[in-house]
């Protein structure tokens, strides 16, 4: 088929690479535009766009759908098909009517759980058991369209927002080269109304750590919001951040944010977690060994 393929992160890029070996048309790649970065603050194209030029397709990176010379310039393209993974922008209905059999998106959760744009991340805050790749045909509303096939993933233990990117977009490319050979076949069943739930965008404060909480949603938050938005605390009045840390028992009766020994377990509001990488700021990140040589956290953190 003759397609246009809609993406930004590298979560995309397994996905457009796997559409493109299996012998599709890819007639154009769309991508949001290049962004500052760094301390230059200077144009880096997003992981698609590299990908793409690099294979020698055209890209284009319009900062929105809404103009239209863009939206007629979608339209002549002629596709069968557009296929759409974390592309970052909302899709007008005229580029989702425009395409011959519409429009494909991949979303990385087992709807209708998880619309929204961080199904990822709120998977593991919630501790869920799996998750997994849908396959749906998208329409106005927000990841509501009827879905063509999924594809399920345990969570593993200790899983990361990383981890479990790589395993979810490795996952999204081989559904979508199927739900591509199987099209005409495949049958659109509406989401169930039952089980719907919202992944809002993250944001900064959900990084900040309560150390009333329990160990264990502490250990999910590190894990689900590095690195981005972050994990942090305050201590002496700086900003730490905390990249990874150990779920273990804590001592009954210690006031949560108690530091409980020297090598930087601190208790919680049920059991206590073991900081075992930290980073300060404008420094490097350290392994508690370093960090506690250079830094004194006071007895209790708030």
Partial sequence: MRLAFLGTPEFAVPALDAIAKAG???????????????????????PVQHWAEANGL????????????VREAFRNLGLDLAVVAAYGLILPRAILEAPKHGCLNIHASLLPR????????RAILADDAETGVTIMQ??????????LLTERLAIAPGATATSLTSELSALGAHAIVRALAELARLQPEPQPADGVTYAAKLTREEGRIDWGRSAGEIDRQVRALNPRPGVWFEASGERVKLLRATQLPG??????????????????????????????????????SDFRRGFTLPPVLT
Avoid: F, N
Avoid at 254 to 278: F, I, K, Q, S, W
């Fill in 114 to 121: 998880w619309r929204g744009a961080a199904p990822i991340e």
């Fill in 251 to 288: 001592p009954a009766g210690a006031p949560p944010g108690t530091l409980l020994d020297d090598e930087l377990t601190v208790a919680c509001g049920e059991g206590a977690v073991r900081l075992t990488e930290l980073q300060r700021a404008g420094k490097a990140a350290q392994p508690a």
């Fill in 24 to 46: 599709h048309e890819i007639a154009c790649v769309y991508s949001q535009p290049p962004r500052p970065a760094g301390r230059g603050h200077k144009l880096v194209a997003s």
């Fill in 58 to 69: 055209d890209v284009r990176t319009p900062a929105s759908l809404k103009d239209e010379a």
């Fill in 138 to 147: 998208m329409e106005a509303g927000l990841d509501t369209g009827p879905m």
